[in-house]
């Protein structure tokens, strides 16, 4: 199984990004796909979730509003996408793609990526 990130990069504050990951190597039936991130000297947090459907999507209350979260299917890849906008500062960190039984705690989940950076300068 592998979960593939990318879209990280340099932006600025306010600045939009959207951040994709490809998870192949088994199905996913009723898995919830997931982002975290994990900030410099901090701890990973939950950021959201999504059905691997597509459906019961939710947020962290720091994000909710400004970022979304998709699904989609192509040749038995398993795509998670999080469309970021009006980024802010806080938003920095390493954002990384979980597959699992869905909720705000890593230990929910089994599989992981290797992350991607999201840098926002003020």
């Known amino acids: 199984v592998r979960l593939i990130e990318s879209g990280g990069g340099l932006v600025q504050a306010g600045d939009s990004l959207r951040l994709s990951c490809a998870a192949s190597?088994?199905?996913?039936?009723?898995?919830?796909m997931a982002w975290f991130r994990q900030a410099d000297g901090k701890e990973r947090e939950f950021v959201a979730h999504?059905?691997?459907?597509?459906?019961?999507?939710?947020?962290a209350d720091s994000v909710k509003g400004r970022f979304t979260v998709s699904t989609d299917n192509a040749l038995n890849i398993l795509y998670l996408y999080m469309d970021m906008r009006s980024l802010k500062a806080e938003d920095a960190a390493v954002y990384y793609c979980?597959?699992?039984?869905?909720?705000?705690?890593?230990?929910?989940?089994?599989?992981w990526g290797q992350g991607t950076q999201v840098t926002v300068s003020p």
């Open positions: 979980a597959a699992g039984s869905g909720g705000d705690s890593p230990g929910n989940y089994k599989y």
């Open positions: 999504i059905r691997s459907a597509g459906t019961e999507p939710m947020y």
């Open positions: 190597g088994r199905s996913f039936p009723n898995y919830f």
